[in-house]
């Protein structure tokens, strides 16, 4: 029996650009999950009074709150629209190779768009 060679650094591998997407999908859910929970909290204390308000935004002009921010607004934008173009093609849409890389790198360049955006209102 021959045994075929077995690549196990994932560094090495070509993902075509639809793989990437898809695990970007994933991470950002990850990211979502893990940043939710401090943000509302952030915002309960916040809302309760003008003590609380006050240490709220002296927290978030951090440079470590900005960048958790940042990185939660790409989080979301990322999310939404990769959400958008799994159910398009849930719907039956963009199924082809061609077009589900396109669609991949339109979710790519919307996200990297109004992320710059989100980025410039929070800094």
Same mark, same amino acid.
Request: proline share 2%.
């Given at each position: 029996?021959?045994?075929?060679? !077995?690549? +196990?650094?994932?560094? /090495?591998?070509? #993902?075509?650009?639809?793989? %990437?997407?898809? =695990? ?5 859910? !990850?990211? +979502?999950?893990?940043? /939710?929970?401090? #943000?509302?909290?952030?915002? %309960?204390?916040? =809302? ?14 951090? #440079? ?33 190779l061609k077009a ?24």
């Amino acid at each position: 029996m021959l045994k075929q060679p !077995v690549n +196990l650094n994932l560094f /090495t591998i070509q #993902f075509p650009i639809t793989a %990437l997407s898809s =695990i970007s999908h994933r991470i950002s859910g !990850v990211i +979502l999950f893990f940043l /939710t929970f401090p #943000f509302i909290s952030l915002i %309960l204390v916040a =809302i309760q009074s003008q003590d609380g308000f006050d240490y709220a935004s002296i927290l978030m002009s951090h #440079f470590v709150m900005k960048s958790a921010l940042t990185l939660y607004v790409a989080a979301i934008v990322y999310h939404f629209f990769s959400g958008l173009r799994h159910l398009t093609m849930d719907f039956g849409y963009w199924e082809t190779l061609k077009a589900s890389r396109y669609s991949a790198m339109g979710v790519y360049i919307l996200f990297l768009a109004v992320t710059i955006f989100f980025s410039l209102l929070i800094w």
